[in-house]
C-alpha cells in the first residue's frame, strides 16, 4: 500500500518566518508527487515534481523532490498570514494514465501576524 | 484559471435517502474523480473516470455507490442509501490529457447525513 508522510502535522509561526514542510512517500513505481493547498474547501493546486533535484518555485514558494531519499520539502519564505492553511502532500504512480493521488495527512501552517 | 464546479456546495440528507452530486469539469478535460474527506481525516481516493468507464476504484466505492456523465458534461457521483459515514466532503477532480496535466480539484460538496 502507498504510504504519504507529512511533518509536522502542525506548525504555528509568526509572519516574516521562514517554513520547511516534509514529505516522505512508499510509493511502487513512482511517477510524481505533487503539493496543494487547502484553505477553506478545495485543495488548490501549488507544485508537481517529476524529477529530482530541480527547484520549483512561484513567488515566496518552492519545492524540491529527492527521489534516492524518498522525500520532498516545501518551503515558504517570509511568511503572512494568508499563508495559513493545510498544505497536503500527494504521489502519483507510473504507469497508465489513470493518475490516482495517494494523500498524506496535511501540515497545518497557522501564520501569526 | 478554469474552474471546476461542484453542486450543491452543502447537503443534509436523512439515513437512506439517495444523494446526487454533480460535478462540471474543466472544458476538454478528459479524466474524472471523484475523491472524499472525512472531517479531520486524509483526502481519500473514490473512483476515477475515463471515456465514459470507471477505470479504477476504491474499496470505499462500494455498489451503493455510482458515477456518470450522462450528457457528456456533468460527472455525477450518486449515493443509493446513504449511511452516517457517509457525511464527508466530496471533491471532484478532472486532468486533461497529456503526461504534464495535473488534477484541478472543485470546491467541494459537503454532505451531512443525519
Known amino acids: 500500500e502507498d504510504k504519504v508522510v507529512q511533518s509536522p502535522l502542525s506548525l504555528v509561526v509568526h509572519e516574516g518566518d521562514t517554513v520547511t514542510l516534509n514529505c516522505s512517500y512508499e510509493?511502487?513505481?513512482?511517477?510524481?508527487l505533487l503539493w496543494y493547498k487547502q484553505e477553506k474547501k478545495a485543495p488548490t493546486f501549488l507544485f508537481m515534481l517529476?524529477?529530482?533535484?530541480i527547484e520549483k518555485k512561484s513567488g515566496r514558494l518552492s519545492s524540491i523532490l529527492d527521489k534516492k531519499e524518498l522525500f520532498s520539502i516545501l518551503n515558504i519564505t517570509a511568511t503572512q498570514t494568508g499563508d495559513s492553511a493545510i498544505y497536503l502532500c500527494?504521489?502519483?504512480?507510473?504507469?497508465?494514465?489513470?493518475?490516482?493521488?495517494?494523500f498524506g495527512k496535511g501540515t497545518l501552517l497557522t501564520v501569526n501576524p | 484559471e478554469p474552474e471546476v464546479t461542484q453542486t450543491p456546495s452543502h447537503q443534509v440528507t436523512q439515513m437512506g435517502q439517495e444523494v446526487i452530486l454533480r460535478c462540471v469539469p474543466i472544458?476538454?478535460?478528459?479524466?474524472f474523480y471523484w475523491y472524499r474527506q472525512i472531517l479531520g481525516q486524509k483526502v481519500e481516493f473514490l473512483v476515477s473516470f475515463y471515456n465514459n468507464e470507471i477505470s479504477e476504484k476504491s474499496e470505499i466505492f462500494d455498489d451503493q455507490f455510482s458515477v456518470e456523465r450522462p450528457d457528456g458534461s456533468n460527472f455525477t457521483l450518486k449515493i443509493r442509501s446513504t449511511k452516517l459515514e457517509d457525511s464527508a466532503m466530496y471533491f471532484c477532480?478532472?486532468?486533461?490529457?497529456?503526461?504534464?496535466?495535473?488534477?484541478?480539484f472543485g470546491e467541494g460538496s459537503w454532505l451531512t447525513v443525519v
Open positions: 472544458s476538454n478535460h478528459l479524466y
Open positions: 517529476t524529477s529530482s533535484g
Open positions: 500527494a504521489v502519483i504512480r507510473s504507469g497508465g494514465s489513470n493518475y490516482k493521488l495517494t
Open positions: 477532480a478532472t486532468r486533461g490529457q497529456g503526461a504534464g496535466n495535473t488534477i484541478y
Open positions: 510509493v511502487t513505481n513512482f511517477r510524481s
